[in-house]
């Protein structure tokens, strides 16, 4: 169903090192979403993908839109190690115009 | 610009006490979104308003639990009475448009039933 599968679920890596993960799921979605988790903090939106095959970038943070509408990927490069925390991917219920299903996020570590 | 507002950050109560969680949204954004965050379950979506009216309630676990938003400012959820495994964290989320998918989550109110 509309179930969104993150992985890797956990990273541990090197400062320097650049950093992938991807979201995918067996339903079409219209939107992806990426959120940024830190310790003790709620979600943060990171960005919004509205386009198949969109690639949007937020400073070191890539994310795409796949052309089959069935995943998402988001990259990190040169990482650092405030890039510490849970990222998520969300993409909106198909039986609701407002509310998001959510992954189960992948858990970033970054050493110095 | 202030983000959307969460209190209490952290409650501890007994089993059976009844607790209110608050939250108001950003400024201009209709609509306004309770989630729960677990280890075991992620995050779920319990109930969210548009223009302060409550549009799904599917996600509420049982009649222990009820939300208001009472004006476009302002919500509560509450639990009566409260039982050990409503211990989590609390996420109120709103967006500035009906059918806008770019949530703004606040801090969290993290609640420890004992």
């Known amino acids: 169903g509309q179930q969104l599968n993150q992985s890797p679920q956990s990273m541990f890596i090197q400062e320097g090192e650049d950093v992938s993960m991807n979201c995918t799921s067996s339903?079409?979605?219209?939107?992806w979403l990426w959120y940024k988790q830190e310790p003790g903090e709620g979600p943060v939106l990171l960005i919004a993908l509205y386009k198949a095959g969109e690639l949007t970038s937020n400073g070191r943070l890539t994310a795409q839109f796949g052309i089959t509408r069935k995943d998402s990927f988001l990259n990190i490069s040169a990482s650092i190690p405030s890039d510490v925390g849970i990222y998520f991917c969300?993409?909106?219920?198909?039986?609701?115009?407002?509310?998001?299903?959510f992954g189960k996020g992948t858990s970033l570590l970054v050493t110095p | 610009d202030a983000g959307v507002i969460q209190s209490p950050r952290h409650e501890v109560t007994e089993m059976g006490q009844e607790v209110t969680l608050r939250c108001k949204p950003i400024s201009g954004h209709n609509s306004l979104f309770w989630y729960r965050q677990t280890m075991m379950r992620g995050l779920e979506l319990l109930i969210y308003?548009?223009?302060?009216?409550?549009?799904?309630d599917s996600g509420m676990p049982e009649d222990r639990f009820s939300a208001k938003m009472p004006n476009a400012s302002f919500s509560t959820l509450k639990i009566q009475p409260s039982e050990p495994r409503d211990s989590a964290v609390y996420f109120c989320?709103?967006?500035?448009?009906?059918?806008?998918?770019?949530?703004?989550f606040g801090p969290g109110t993290r609640l420890t039933v004992l």
């Open positions: 969300a993409g909106p219920k198909e039986d609701s115009g407002y509310a998001l299903n």
């Open positions: 308003f548009n223009n302060n009216v409550p549009i799904d």
């Open positions: 339903s079409i979605f219209n939107t």
């Open positions: 989320a709103s967006s500035r448009l009906a059918g806008d998918h770019e949530q703004f």
